[in-house]
């Protein structure tokens, strides 16, 4: 296990550096039901620090994250801070599922406490992302509501009777959008972990 707390924060600070060069490439894909929602890669570096260095230093490794995004990412500050309120609320989630540890978690010690780890990352993301999604495209920018409405239109031939109608189906694959991507941001990061601990000999 790694000890000191210094490093272990620099470290974190470190993959934060790397989840930012990841958000800035061009390696996102757009979730096919609604465009504007793109997959990518940038968090993975985020949830290993959190497996790894524990819970304060990943932690420090979404905020330093949102920091970077506002200086080099799009749309900010929106952008940024929606992306940093999917990686807090699921790293949350994360440790709750560990049993509130604040010390390094080191990957899932078991099957069963890999998935309510998974579950609760899911559910606490979707739980917030609905609600800064409901502020950012019904209160805040509805061209938004225009846009995803008529890219349901077109991919799965869907019409609405009113705007409230297109907001709930929105919200409801944006929330199946949120649960995919956390497993596409945690079942990388456990594979990077338990390499990464192999190699450096430190055992789980």
């Known amino acids: 296990m790694i ?25 996102s894909f757009p979730f096919p039901v609604v465009s504007y929602l793109k997959f990518d890669f940038a968090e993975i ?4 620090a959190f497996l790894i ?11 330093t994250l949102w920091i970077l995004l506002n200086f080099f990412g799009s749309w900010a500050p929106i952008g940024p801070a929606m992306k940093f309120a999917a990686v807090i609320s699921t790293l949350v989630g994360l440790w709750i ?5 604040n010390a390094p978690i080191e990957g899932f010690k078991s099957w069963g406490q890999g998935l309510l780890m998974i579950m609760l990352g899911a559910i606490l993301r979707i739980l917030v992302m609905t609600l800064f999604n409901y502020a950012v495209i019904f209160l805040m920018f509805p061209f938004f509501l225009d846009i995803a409405s008529k890219t349901l239109a077109l991919t799965l031939g869907l019409t609405f009777g009113s705007s409230f109608e297109a907001l709930i189906w929105i919200l409801i694959f944006t929330a199946i ?3 995919l991507h956390t497993l596409l941001s945690v079942l990388p990061s456990l594979f990077v972990v338990k390499t990464l601990l192999k190699h450096l000999k430190l055992g789980l």
């Open 177 to 179: 959008f949120n649960a």
């Open 53 to 63: 260095f524990g819970t304060w230093p990943g932690m420090v490794s979404a905020f």
């Open 45 to 48: 570096p985020v949830v290993v």
């Open 97 to 101: 599922g560990s049993g509130f540890r």
């Open 3 to 27: 000890r000191s707390r210094t490093f272990r924060i620099s470290c974190a600070a470190g993959f934060a550096s790397l989840s930012a060069i990841l958000a800035i490439l061009p390696l």
